[in-house]
């Protein structure tokens, strides 16, 4: 385990990166690229920075290697899960999954009943989150196999870095992360079945749309709302300016599922695309990621994704998942119920950070009340063991600061599965959380693969 | 190369003319301001005049608070900074994010000269960074279509404006040669008989300002 002590001199930590961070040149290079998230306060759309710290996360390479495999392996088996899902289903025939996991959830979408995607590709794009606990050991702690986002602002504070501290980099050998788009567009490129390629934005009041239109720029992807796009005889055509109708193969959809299409989901939504899920269903264009991903990425099924490994792959799990517990079954509600105290426990349903809770945050009436709703709705939560996970350093005011980090890694299925040699270190600012969301506050570090 | 949709053809058009707007009303109100520290303090009510413009100003203290950096001054620089910027924001695939992080950081410096006492010098790097949006989009931009719409409403505001304040005729006829040389390589969509007529108006030795700015406004847009 390689921590930035070991490869920066005690000079370089505290003098150097106090320099980098003292001087604003950082924070001055984010704002003025506009390195931003959106987010709602008081129904008010606000633009935020998104903090970055300095220190980076570092990975040496072996131990990259081994995450790599583990990620790849992950992400085909969930695959070859949601093909099965929407296919056979013979993971629950077969027993490995009850029915109501599947069924009850709000991920699983009927409609997608019997649709093969382009090239058999369902999670295009997979943000895994994992943590490293104090020995060492990783944990994958969620699956985003709808829209995981975040990948841009690694991309551009390594750019970012490298202009303003370029001696940290020097004879460091880290691996270079400015490939994303690269990859990205690969894998854009491989299922598109004709025409331009496009990313689909809900607009600028959205809280990614600076990575919407980062990297609709650095892909060269067209970045489009949904009134510019229109479904005509069976294909999906971009409306140009002079009234010419461009075909288009393949949409980065960055709005969920519910609206994309208003006449098959949500008929409320104004930012979709009318009759597009019909050509999708017919193989005339690619969505990125598919529609109904959400039954592999439901807290719920998380539990199951190890089986999952076996099932399909007829392989061992390389990575582990956190200790879970399903309140569902009998022994596991007994369990949770005597251990509530060290448990974290999740609403399946909820996202972002929110309906995540310590039982030893919680006060005997909280516990209480927890407890009832627990036995009520055995299927609504998971319970896990929490895990102690590595600190790394921040730089604040001129001091070293320890706060919980967590890593979202990226795997991309292309014509095979890549994992990009970085990833989003998210890290809470709070030093008595756990929870590392933006959305409640935290920021971000670039994340170092060592090359050798 | 890319493909480019009505809105945001729209969208260029109008981020011309707002970063021109907000880049020659700076330099009008650095003259205005110059006369106003202690020649004539009501020099402002002709300058609200003369940009037909409401005077809902107290005093020359008021008038630069709130016409330079009021939010909700919908006539405010500021005002038609952030509508630069509400278009930039939009266009980052077209303009790329170097041009764009000009306009972002003509943001910042209007925040910036808003705190301080000495409003020319604050305002001075909002031109400085629109300038260099200009050059940028020159520079950076491959498709000469996007560079000419914004060029177009660049020109446009510039008539508009300059009809406006009635600058001598030969700085206004200049500008419209340019605009002429350039529109039709913009493929906007404009008004021909007008952008015709807009020539004949400026040639007339009294040149009748404010047909003429009812002529530009109407050149390009949704009224075709
Ligand atoms: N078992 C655990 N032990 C310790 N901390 C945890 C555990 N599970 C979750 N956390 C903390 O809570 C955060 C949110 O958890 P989780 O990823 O499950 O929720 P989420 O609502 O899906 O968030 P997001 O989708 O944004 O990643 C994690 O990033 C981590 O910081
Ligand atoms: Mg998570």
């Not at chain 1, 629950?92 to 009850?98: A, E, F, Q, S, W």
């Not at chain 2, 190369?1 to 109100?29: A, H, P």
Request: glycine share 6%.
């Amino acid at each position: 385990m390689t921590t930035y002590a070991d490869i920066f001199s005690k000079k370089e930590r505290v003098e150097d990166m106090e320099i980098y961070a003292g001087s604003g040149a950082v924070n001055e290079q984010l704002a003025r690229y506009g390195v931003k998230f959106g987010i709602y306060k008081n129904n008010e759309f606000k633009e935020q920075l998104f903090p970055f710290d300095m220190i980076p996360r570092i990975i040496d390479k072996d131990e990259f290697t081994y995450l790599e495999k583990g990620l790849k392996q992950r992400v085909v088996a969930l695959n070859c899960f949601i093909n099965d899902i929407y296919g056979d289903k013979h993971i629950v025939r077969d027993g490995i999954i009850p029915e109501e996991f599947i069924y009850a959830g709000s991920g699983y979408l009927p409609q997608c009943d019997g649709i093969k995607p382009p090239k058999g590709i369902y999670a295009h794009i997979a943000g895994i989150d994992l943590v490293q606990a104090k020995d060492g050991d990783w944990y994958v702690l969620e699956d985003n196999l709808r829209i995981p986002s975040g990948a841009s602002y690694p991309m551009i504070a390594r750019m970012i870095s490298r202009r303003s501290s370029p001696d940290l980099f020097t004879g460091k050998h880290v691996e270079d992360n400015r490939n994303y788009a690269a990859m990205l567009r690969r894998t854009m490129d491989h299922v598109n079945v004709g025409g331009h390629t496009v990313i689909l934005t809900p607009g600028r009041y959205n809280a990614a749309y600076f990575e919407h239109s980062y990297l609709a720029e650095k892909t060269g992807a067209h970045l489009a709302s949904g009134h510019e796009l229109i479904v005509e005889n069976d294909h999906l055509y971009f409306i140009d300016y002079s009234g010419r109708k461009e075909r288009v193969g393949a949409v980065y959809r960055r709005i969920s599922d519910e609206y994309l299409d208003p006449m098959t989901f949500r008929k409320d939504s104004v930012i979709g695309i009318p009759h597009i899920f019909d050509i999708y269903r017919k193989g005339n264009v690619a969505l990125i990621n598919a529609p109904g991903n959400g039954v592999a990425d439901d807290k719920g099924i998380y539990y199951f994704v190890p089986k999952m490994v076996k099932y399909y792959l007829e392989e061992e799990p390389i990575l582990q998942n956190a200790p879970t517990y399903l309140p569902y079954y009998k022994e596991d509600m007994k369990y949770v119920l005597e251990n509530f105290d060290k448990l974290v426990l999740k609403d399946v349903a909820e996202a972002g950070g929110y309906g995540v809770v310590f039982g030893n945050k919680m006060t005997s009436e909280e516990k209480e009340n927890f407890k009832t709703m627990l036995k009520n709705e055995p299927r609504r939560f998971i319970a896990q063991e929490v895990i102690d996970f590595l600190d790394i350093d921040i730089m604040e005011k001129h001091e070293l600061l320890p706060r919980k980090a967590d890593l979202r890694a990226f795997v991309l299925m292309g014509e095979e599965p890549m994992v990009w040699k970085s990833g989003l270190t998210r890290f809470s600012r709070n030093p008595d959380s756990f929870i590392v969301n933006s959305s409640q506050g935290g920021g971000f570090k670039d994340t170092w693969v060592l090359s050798q | 190369m890319g493909i480019i949709s009505v809105e945001n053809t729209d969208r260029l058009y109008w981020l011309g003319r707002y970063t021109e707007r907000v880049y020659t009303t700076i330099k009008v109100f650095e003259s205005r301001f110059d006369s106003m520290i202690d020649i004539d303090d009501l020099e402002y009510e002709k300058f609200c005049e003369s940009q037909d413009i409401p005077n809902i100003y107290k005093s020359k203290e008021d008038f630069v608070a709130r016409y330079c950096f009021s939010l909700e001054d919908e006539n405010s620089i500021i005002s038609n900074l952030m509508r630069a910027y509400d278009n930039a924001i939009v266009l980052r695939e077209e303009i790329g994010s170097e041009s764009l992080s000009y306009i972002q950081l003509a943001v910042y410096a209007m925040n910036q000269a808003s705190l301080g006492r000495s409003p020319l010098i604050g305002l001075q790097h909002v031109t400085d960074n629109i300038a260099a949006f200009w050059g940028m989009t020159d520079d950076d931009i491959e498709e000469s279509s996007i560079r000419n719409m914004i060029r177009v409403g660049k020109l446009v505001e510039r008539i508009d404006l300059y009809s406006r304040l009635k600058v001598f005729p030969e700085r206004i006829r200049k500008e419209t040669r340019r605009l002429t040389n350039r529109i039709d390589k913009s493929t906007m969509r404009y008004d021909h008989k007008r952008m015709a007529h807009v020539n004949y108006l400026v040639q007339l030795d009294d040149l009748p300002y404010e047909t003429l700015t009812d002529e530009i406004e109407k050149l390009v847009g949704d009224e075709l």
